[in-house]
């Protein structure tokens, strides 16, 4: 499909049947490549979607919450949910969709799932063919085995929850960003002309949690999206703004429930055994 078609079709309305499976389809496909900084607007599907990236990293939104889904991740939308995506670079993003019901995750939202060389194949090889009939005995055999993969995937915790109030979401963008960035709340609050009582105050009325929480999930989810290009944990740590490896490898193994070194094994791990 050519560009401006593409772009028109998402253009025309939020809730896009253009490319739900048809009759006799169970699942359909499409795959695309977005130049850096494109933006897809707010739209739904009929149809539940895997959205997955070969190459790049994606920055989901839906509602007030933001999914980052860097490669050997996916991200799991159900039908009928908005959602809108921004490309930070050059993506090549291949998209499955459902037919609603056939897939039973765990989750009834929006889940980052990890991708396993298995399931990627999969993925590929449905997109190759186009789309998945049910009268096809390959085809369904095909289908199975991708249902399967997707609902035994782990999921991974890259979400983020928006604040609603301007001032507060000016000051979320500066951070989502530059994660690395040491500036204190009260310059940024200074910036954005609000005083720093408020945004905490918002911070916790809107997104559950204090700014500086919410700014430390910010800096994880950039870490996972890092763990996962191979980079080592001194990098990182001073990439997301801490100033030693130590405090970095203790927030991580609170909240993952081991160490990064031990994640990024972990989920290698999971890779060669599928």
Known sequence: ??????????????????????RGVSIATLAYEYSADFQVPEHA?????????IRGVMEVFSGQSMWLVPPRFALWVPAKTYHRIHMPGAV?????????????????GNTVLHVTPLLRELTLETVRIGRLRTRQHHERALRDLVILHLEIA???????????????LHVAQAVLSAPEQTKSLAAMCSDAGVSVRTIQRVFRQDTGTSFELWRRQVRLTKAVELLVQGRSVKEITFWIGY?????FVEIFRRTFGMPPKAWAARLEKLNQES
């Open 1 to 22: 499909m050519a560009v401006c078609q593409y772009i028109s079709i998402m253009r025309q309305s939020k809730i896009l049947r253009a490319f739900d499976p048809k």
């Open 45 to 53: 599907h009929g149809a539940d979607q895997l959205i997955y990236a």
């Open 92 to 108: 090549s993003m291949r998209t499955l969709y459902f037919r609603p019901g056939l897939v039973h995750m765990r989750s009834s």
């Open 154 to 168: 782990s999921p991974v915790p890259t979400f983020v929850a928006l604040p609603k109030d301007e001032r507060a």
């Open 243 to 247: 100033r030693q490896p130590s405090a």
